[in-house]
């Protein structure tokens, strides 16, 4: 008796994910914009941002999804759901607060094993969307990235409620600056398909067109 009432208690508090539709998990840094001991904008060895893209390289090459991110916030997209629900709950359990506080953890562990100094908590949220809506949530994360990141880059130049202004004014008021190169390959958000950086344009373009690096050459793969 007791196990079917907490059981329907959890039905009616928790969304089943669906098994087909494309699963998409956001994780959001716990306030890392706000941290002084933290720059998301700059490049180099253990930086958040280089962390960020060797955590994201792993998780697109172990279960063979995409993910784009940028800022404090990274979104896996798993167009085979199942792949990931079957690794991470042995009784395959679809239950959205299952799937987010055990994939969340996986994360947590690798992106934080590169600092052991700051720890970083992440916030998840799990949904499904249809395989048709792909291109246009990656096009929406894209566009949030780019208000984000125009947005932190003003700031670190102390200019006054630059958060309000219009994105078109807060990327012509970027390249004013001499380091504003530092944002030009981040502002539209880094996607990465099965362990590959990838363009984000040609991709939406129905293209993939691999960006990664080997000794220092760019090489481009571009499959129609």
């Known amino acids: 008796m007791w196990n079917n009432y907490f059981y329907q208690i959890r039905k009616k508090y928790s969304m089943r994910l669906s098994t087909k539709k494309t699963l998409i998990i956001n994780l959001d840094g716990k306030d890392i914009t706000k941290s002084k ?3 998301i904008i700059d ?3 253990n930086s958040f941002l ?3 893209e060797k955590t994201v390289q792993y998780f697109t090459t172990r ?3 995409l993910a784009i991110f940028g800022g404090d916030e990274v979104s896996f997209i798993f167009e085979n ?3 990931l629900v079957n690794d991470l709950n042995s009784d395959k359990s679809t239950y959205s607060t299952e799937v987010i506080s055990v994939f ?3 994360f947590y562990d690798y992106f934080n094993q590169y600092d052991l100094h700051k720890k970083v908590f992440w916030h998840g ?3 499904s969307i249809p395989d048709e809506k792909i291109k246009s949530y990656i096009k929406y994360k894209s566009g949030l990235i780019q208000v984000l990141t125009t947005t932190y880059f003003l700031k670190k130049k102390d200019v006054k409620d630059s958060g309000k202004l219009p994105l078109q004014v807060k990327q012509e008021m970027c390249k004013q600056y001499a380091d504003y190169e530092k944002i030009v390959n981040l502002e539209k958000g880094i996607l990465y398909y099965n362990g590959h950086k990838i363009d984000i344009d040609e991709f939406l373009n129905g293209n993939i067109k691999i960006l990664d690096k080997l000794d220092d050459n760019i090489f481009d793969d571009i499959i129609n």
């Open 37 to 39: 001991m933290i720059n």
């Open 81 to 83: 759901p199942m792949e």
């Open 43 to 45: 490049l180099y060895d």
């Open 104 to 106: 969340s953890q996986y």
């Open 63 to 65: 279960y063979k999804c």
């Open 50 to 52: 280089d962390n960020m």
């Open 125 to 127: 949220k799990c949904f």
